[in-house]
């Protein structure tokens, strides 16, 4: 019979994605993973295969953890006002305490954009392509806008949340509300 795990699963990936999410990938060790963890080696390549495999799993708690926000933001009527509140709120946790700044997958997206990882890659794209796709719903709201500009403004928002997200990691709260102001006087 199967020996019975003496933590919670989905407990101890939390505390693994927080420790990704401050050191990234690469600078995270197997050994700081067992300390964050409270769990050994073994214990971590029996339930996850190895760190890759805790990663993954990693990035499937960021998502959970902001689905509420992407369900909001989702869920507005406001078009662009909407946009911009998501914009807030993505960055409304990052000036607290925990040191936890920024975007976990902004954060990913740009440690391995010279890595071909493509399970990683792939959630990458698949989460980036779906807050550009609710981003492009909230500009169809202006019927004044053509298809050509929707895309391109939804580019250029797109682009600003990384810049947002990279900048939430070592600006302070009054640059990063000035950021989100002047990104929104822009359309």
């Known amino acids: 019979m199967a020996r019975q795990k003496a933590y919670q699963e989905h407990e101890v990936v939390e505390k693994a994605m927080y420790l990704f999410w401050k050191k990234g990938y690469e600078n995270t060790s197997m050994q700081m993973l067992e300390k964050e963890m409270g769990i050994n080696k073994f214990s971590i390549y029996s339930s996850f295969g190895n760190k890759h495999g805790l990663f993954l799993e990693s990035l499937k708690c960021y998502k959970a953890k902001v689905h509420s926000t992407l369900e909001k933001f989702e869920n507005g009527t406001s078009g662009i006002a909407d946009i911009k509140q998501f914009f807030y ?99």
Not at 99 to 125: P, R, W
């Open 89 to 187: 709120d993505t960055v409304s946790s990052n000036f607290n305490d925990d040191k936890t700044k920024g975007c976990l997958v902004t954060n990913t997206y740009n440690e391995f954009s010279d890595h071909e990882d493509a399970l990683i890659q792939e959630q990458m794209t698949a989460f980036m392509e779906h807050i550009k796709s609710i981003i492009i719903d909230k500009l169809r709201m202006d019927a004044t806008k053509d298809e050509a500009t929707i895309l391109k403004q939804a580019n250029y928002l797109l682009l600003a949340k990384h810049g947002l997200a990279a900048a939430a990691r070592v600006n302070t709260n009054k640059e990063i509300e000035d950021y989100i102001e002047m990104i929104f006087t822009n359309l």
